[in-house]
């Protein structure tokens, strides 16, 4: 019988009152790839760190290859042959890729002739995992998705033969996840041990041997992924049934409500955010905006929001609406039938330290119901902000706790509780599910498709693909502060939109549909779709 790679018996770990980890026994197979999943705050970073020697476990054992093994630090854990590739990279911008390979593995002073042999074994590594990158160019000039195969080569520079990845696909396109996934299975082909920490259920399909479901600082079950579904394995994670599917109907938009052309916006150093965005949301539809992060969606809602300030025209309703993005802005958007669910909720959406009713009331205090003349009525707040909990399953439904007690996936239910029982015509709502528990992304995407069909106009920013591809009627590719291209979800795949992405028009690939650049509503017509 093999022993296994790693061995985990009785594990606990806690931060104060949180119990992250609770007596986990897990057991990882060498020359494979076994994934890890479970819900937000699970435990599963938690225990990959103890195992790379970053927390002290309170109790328990590890085993590498059927040794006790102590990992007090993160240089044991490489000596024990474990190697750890981050979600935020930890590699030096302005060193070159070799440079940051060999930084902390040289052998002493002799750090030329290292570098030579760095240089050798790195070609040697990549050819033999499809890694390649310039050995020479200096890390600020990749791509994320390179920045990340350096990780993966500095690791195995250090011999590691058991690999850690902590939700890596999270900064990736989809072409850069399929690229990831293949050097996965290629290290594993040879004969390398693979951690993979998501909570992607696709993911997990797609690459896994293997795999453990935590749920609440518990490991629930280890299964084959041959054994299982996505369906089975969102139920062990919530711990009840889950929708995984968005169940709506096809869209009947009416008149345009959110118009915007020309939309361009310069940020404080000069860069070009916006280059010139057009586009258009009806009534009783949503358009999804993909893309990678940091390619001017966000700036797109900030305007939007009345957060920044851009020139060009947007309008609400035929109305034109003010772009100087001064701060009564909101105010003013509010006003206008607009309601807004930002990205940054910790920044812009809640104000952690108000109580839950404070920030349900939150742009809304000079309004009846929660106001008379000059008069702000706070028990009247307090009980509309707990029957607004109630509906939207706040837990727990208790409107004098502070923002900052609620676990993320709570926390945006309160916002989004507020805009959009306010019954806006036009909701902006940015990355609605980010941090968000599965059987909370179910409920707000219900909410979502709710609003719709009552009529409203909706903006969706979502870097999560496999949202915008269930939730859009339409679906706008955003890259480099332009919309490369609109897509109808059903005559358009991940592939395509993924191309899209990076910058390259996928027209190729996909059926007829607008050109990059056209302006919205002049493709297909989207009365003729049916919902994805
Ligand atoms: P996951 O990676 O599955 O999302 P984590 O291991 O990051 O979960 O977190 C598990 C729990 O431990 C969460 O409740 C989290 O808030 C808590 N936690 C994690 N790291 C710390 C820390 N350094 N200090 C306090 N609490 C922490
Ligand atoms: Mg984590």
Redesign the pocket.
């Known amino acids: 019988m093999t022993e296994p790679a790693i061995e985990l018996r009785g594990i606990s770990k806690a931060?104060?009152p949180?119990q992250?980890n609770r007596d986990i026994d897990l057991k990882v197979m060498p020359g494979t790839i076994h994934g890890i999943i479970?819900e937000?705050?699970?435990?599963?970073?938690?225990l990959m760190s103890i195992l790379y020697g970053f927390y002290k476990a309170d109790r328990g054992t590890i085993l590498i290859k059927g040794r006790e093994t102590a990992i007090p630090d993160s240089q044991a854990a490489i000596a024990a042959g474990i190697g750890m590739v981050f979600q935020h990279f930890k590699l030096v911008q302005n060193f070159t890729v070799l440079e940051n390979v060999v930084l902390g593995a040289e052998e002493g002073a002799m750090l030329r002739p290292s570098l030579a042999k760095a240089r050798r074994l790195l070609r040697e590594l990549a050819d033999e995992y499809e890694l390649e990158v310039d050995p020479d160019e200096t890390v600020e000039n990749l791509s994320v998705g390179h920045q990340q195969r350096v990780e993966i080569l500095k690791a195995l520079y250090r011999q590691a033969d058991i690999l850690i990845l902590d939700e890596p696909t999270g900064v990736l396109t989809p072409a850069e996840a399929d690229h990831l996934f293949r050097i996965l299975r290629g290290l594993r082909d040879e004969g390398k041990t693979i951690i993979l920490i998501t909570h992607k259920l696709r993911e997990i399909m797609d690459v896994t041997d293997t795999v453990s479901v935590?749920r609440r600082?518990e490991m629930l079950d280890t299964v084959g992924t041959a054994d299982t579904s996505p369906e089975d394995l969102a139920e062990r994670m919530v711990g009840r049934k889950v929708l995984l599917r968005v169940d709506k109907r096809p869209a009947s938009p009416g008149a345009p409500v959110l118009e915007v052309e020309g939309l361009r916006v310069v940020d404080a150093d000069g860069v070009e955010r916006l280059r010139g965005i057009d586009l258009q949301v009806r009534a009783g539809e949503i358009l999804g905006v993909a893309g990678v992060a940091g390619n001017g969606q966000s700036a797109l809602l900030e305007v939007l929001g009345g957060i920044s300030k851009a020139t060009g025209t947007v309008r609400v309703n035929g109305e034109g609406i003010d772009l100087s993005g001064t701060r009564s802005d909101g105010r003013t958007r509010r006003a206008r039938g607009i309601a807004h669910v930002p990205e940054d909720r910790h920044r812009l959406g809640l104000i952690l330290d108000f109580a839950a009713w404070e920030n349900t009331a939150f742009g809304y205090h000079d309004k009846a119901p929660y106001s008379s003349g000059a008069m702000m009525d706070h028990k009247a707040m307090r009980e509309d902000t707990a029957a607004k909990m109630e509906r939207f399953d706040v837990r727990p439904p208790d409107p004098n706790l502070p923002a900052k007690s609620f676990s993320g996936g709570n926390q945006q239910k309160i916002v989004l509780a507020r805009e959009i029982e306010r019954n806006p015509d036009l909701l902006l709502i940015g990355q609605p599910t980010r941090g968000v528990d599965i059987g909370a992304i179910e409920f707000i995407h219900q909410r979502i498709v709710e609003l719709r069909d009552a009529g409203k106009a909706i903006l969706l920013v979502s870097v999560e693909l496999d949202e915008i591809m269930s939730l859009s009627d339409r679906i706008a590719v955003m890259f480099d502060g332009r919309i490369m291209g609109e897509r109808l979800p059903a005559e358009t795949s991940e592939g395509e939109l993924g191309l899209l992405m990076a910058g390259m028009d996928g027209a190729a690939e996909g059926a007829p549909a607008p050109k990059a650049g056209d302006p919205p509503g002049t493709g297909a017509d989207p009365l003729a779709e049916g919902a994805a």
């Open positions: 931060f104060g949180v992250a479970g937000n705050g699970a435990g599963k970073s938690t935590m600082g």
